[in-house]
């Protein structure tokens, strides 16, 4: 099995349990959150070894996120817990269809104060791979030098790094330096993973193939698109093609389909599978993603995935 590390803030989440407009919203279930986090969920139940990168504060929300790491079998080790800041939530409305809404209690949170002398240490021997999103390059410029760090770090010990975008423009400060900042840190990774509407939003660009050509041009070694339903594009210096989305049933919840599909992908390829078959396989636990309420809680055991993947790839 393979070893991971991810560096982010995780974060506690509220559910809407009715729908309608979050403020006229009186029921919520709680649950755990952060992209990063919802990855190494993911590559956890899977079987796969994980090092979480974080902070959190002297506080009850705190305590749950590690208690709820720990259930999960990954190493509460490298999450520092500290008075001086509050660990971020956040709520999250119902819908019939579409995203839903948002609403983010998170500013200088204690994740946010990750800084270089939290990772300086840090050692990649023995790591298969790297994983990064675009929230946390969002938080403060602090982690973002940590990120850079880390990133310079994995490419010298040829430890791939996996990008997610993952666009949250509430989190930037504008809509410039978040794209600048993004299209820095693709251009240096080993494998960027837009949505196609965040890859055209970072480009100006509108086929999944000329944006692959872009930043492939730009230093990207690879480029997986997410197409939605329609599956995702692959762009490697061995070719491209499109791999076809999972039936879902019934969308109850978009968010963490992403994260979804950077387990499926990481794990795959890290297991010695081609790209045909992991971007197969990051479609299908995207799927499963979709189709449950929390940001994790439909990340699959290897299993339950291996089921739901019989007969469906092409
Ligand atoms: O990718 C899912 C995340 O967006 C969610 O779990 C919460 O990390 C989060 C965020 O910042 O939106």
């Known amino acids: 099995m393979a070893k991971f590390i991810t560096m982010g803030e995780p974060l506690v989440v509220f559910i809407a349990k009715e729908e309608g407009y979050l403020k006229d919203v009186s029921l919520f279930e709680k649950g755990l959150a952060g992209a990063e986090l919802n990855v190494a969920i993911g590559l956890s139940r899977l079987g796969h070894q994980v090092d979480y990168i974080s902070k959190v504060g002297a506080d009850p929300f705190g305590e749950y996120i590690k208690e709820s790491i720990a259930g999960y079998q990954i190493s509460t080790e490298k ?126 660009l509108k086929s999944a193939a000329e944006i692959a050509q872009h930043y492939l041009i730009h230093g990207t070694r690879n480029i997986v698109i997410k197409l939605g339903a329609a599956g995702a594009y692959f762009a490697t210096k061995e070719g491209t093609g499109t791999i076809k989305g999972f039936l879902v049933r019934e969308v109850v919840d978009t968010v963490g389909a992403g994260d979804g599909f950077a387990v499926g992908l990481m794990s795959s390829l890290l297991e010695g599978y081609t790209i045909e078959e992991a971007v197969c396989r990051g479609n299908a636990i995207g799927a499963l993603a979709v189709m449950s309420e929390g940001d994790n809680s439909g990340l699959p055991a290897r299993e339950e995935m291996e089921t739901f993947m019989t007969n469906h790839c092409e």
């Open 79 to 204: 999450i520092q817990t500290m008075g001086s800041h509050q660990t971020g939530f956040y709520i999250k409305s119902k819908v019939a269809s579409g995203d839903p809404d948002i609403a983010y209690y998170r500013k200088n949170s204690a994740a946010s104060t990750i800084q270089m002398e939290d990772i300086m240490h840090l050692s990649f021997r023995g790591v298969d791979a790297f994983h990064v999103t675009g929230i946390s390059l969002a938080l403060s410029e602090s982690i973002l030098k940590a990120e850079r760090y880390l990133i310079k770090e994995a490419a010298i010990n040829e430890v791939p790094v996996f990008f997610d975008p993952n666009l949250r423009p509430q989190l930037w400060e504008s809509e410039e330096r978040m794209k600048e900042v993004i299209n820095e840190i693709a251009y240096m990774s080993d494998y960027f993973l837009p949505g196609i509407s965040e890859a055209q939003r970072l480009t100006g």
